[in-house]
């Protein structure tokens, strides 16, 4: 479905978090991506709808073509739902207006000042509904609970009817039963809809529960590639190699050290 070709990332200042990367996304596929803090797995997955753009090689996307062209970029990013640890839900508006906001990108931006068309709110409430929060939709979402505000997160990527989702951390901030309410939700809805998931966790525990398929990085870099059951204690410690080490994070051109700082320009 998306097919990374050496895709490789290096932020202003030097900094290298992702090494050139080839990797196929199957379509239906629910992948989970492992890795240290700062291992780059935000990066990986924020390069696959460019919100972080690449510093080189390609992607393709099946029935798009190379996303070096703006119009199918915009194509490309209409059709991917993006789900974050913040679920960036609108607090004083109602679930099912957040909801709605899904549908923006098939309508032009002057449609968004009036009430979108029933066929719409009709969208909206059937995604409300398979993340089973029907009954919660004139809720305002600041009075849903964590995992309910998460689960409108998704409702919202759903509604616009994506062939990828990305997911950031989507658990990191909830509960273990609610995690799991979660990512059960997620992997179900991929599996029904044929939408490619890549979702990027901290809990090993949860890749093997949900994952068809975990990606490991490490200092930018895959580390391993397969199944969850071969996530076997080597290829966890290949995973998490230094973790907690200060050179757990992908390749920094110099670490800078406390000395190296000017203390005369930093404001109480
Ligand atoms: N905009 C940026 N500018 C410079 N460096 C960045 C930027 N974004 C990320 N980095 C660096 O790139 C590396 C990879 O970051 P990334 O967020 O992809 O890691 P991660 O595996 O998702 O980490 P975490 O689990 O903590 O979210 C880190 O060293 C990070 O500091």
């Given at each position: 479905?998306?097919?990374?070709?050496?895709?490789?990332?290096t932020?202003?200042?030097?900094?290298?978090?992702?090494?050139?990367?080839?990797?196929?996304?199957?379509?239906?596929?629910?992948?989970?991506?492992?890795?240290?803090?700062?291992?780059?797995?935000?990066?990986?997955?924020?390069?696959?709808?460019?919100?972080?753009?690449?510093?080189?090689?390609?992607?393709?996307?099946?029935?798009?073509?190379?996303?070096?062209?703006?119009?199918?970029?915009?194509?490309?990013?209409?059709?991917?739902?993006?789900?974050?640890q913040?679920?960036?839900?609108?607090?004083?508006?109602?679930?099912?207006?957040?909801?709605?906001?899904?549908?923006?990108?098939?309508?032009?931006?002057?449609?968004?000042?009036?009430?979108?068309?029933?066929?719409?709110?009709?969208?909206?409430?059937?995604?409300?509904?398979?993340?089973?929060?029907?009954?919660?939709?004139?809720?305002?979402?600041?009075?849903l609970?964590?995992?309910?505000?998460?689960?409108?997160?998704?409702?919202?990527?759903?509604?616009?009817?994506?062939?990828?989702?990305?997911?950031?951390?989507?658990?990191?901030?909830?509960?273990?039963?609610?995690?799991?309410?979660?990512?059960?939700?997620?992997?179900?809805?991929?599996?029904?809809?044929?939408?490619?998931?890549?979702?990027?966790?901290?809990?090993?525990?949860?890749?093997?529960?949900?994952?068809?398929?975990?990606?490991?990085?490490?200092?930018?870099r895959?580390?391993?590639?397969?199944?969850?059951?071969?996530?076997?204690?080597?290829?966890?410690?290949?995973?998490y190699?230094?973790?907690?080490?200060?050179?757990?994070?992908?390749?920094?051109?110099?670490?800078?050290?406390?000395?190296?700082?000017?203390?005369?320009?930093?404001?109480?």
């Amino acid at each position: 479905m998306i097919q990374m070709n050496d895709v490789h990332v290096t932020f202003p200042g030097g900094m290298t978090a992702l090494h050139p990367t080839s990797l196929h996304f199957q379509r239906g596929e629910f992948t989970v991506l492992l890795g240290a803090s700062g291992a780059g797995k935000s990066t990986l997955l924020r390069c696959l709808n460019q919100l972080t753009p690449p510093s080189g090689g390609t992607i393709t996307v099946e029935g798009l073509g190379s996303l070096d062209d703006r119009r199918r970029l915009h194509e490309h990013r209409k059709r991917t739902g993006m789900i974050f640890q913040q679920h960036q839900l609108i607090g004083r508006q109602s679930a099912l207006a957040n909801v709605l906001l899904g549908r923006i990108g098939y309508h032009a931006a002057w449609r968004s000042l009036f009430p979108l068309p029933l066929a719409e709110r009709r969208i909206a409430l059937e995604c409300l509904e398979r993340v089973g929060l029907l009954h919660k939709a004139l809720e305002r979402a600041d009075r849903l609970s964590g995992g309910q505000q998460q689960r409108v997160g998704i409702a919202r990527a759903l509604a616009q009817r994506p062939r990828l989702m990305l997911a950031d951390e989507p658990v990191a901030s909830l509960d273990p039963a609610t995690s799991h309410n979660v990512l059960a939700q997620l992997r179900r809805i991929g599996h029904e809809d044929g939408i490619t998931t890549v979702v990027s966790l901290h809990q090993v525990d949860l890749a093997q529960t949900y994952a068809d398929r975990v990606i490991g990085l490490a200092h930018g870099r895959v580390v391993f590639d397969g199944a969850p059951a071969g996530l076997t204690p080597a290829t966890q410690q290949a995973i998490y190699q230094q973790a907690g080490h200060s050179n757990t994070e992908a390749t920094a051109p110099t670490a800078p050290t406390l000395s190296a700082y000017n203390f005369a320009t930093i404001e109480d």
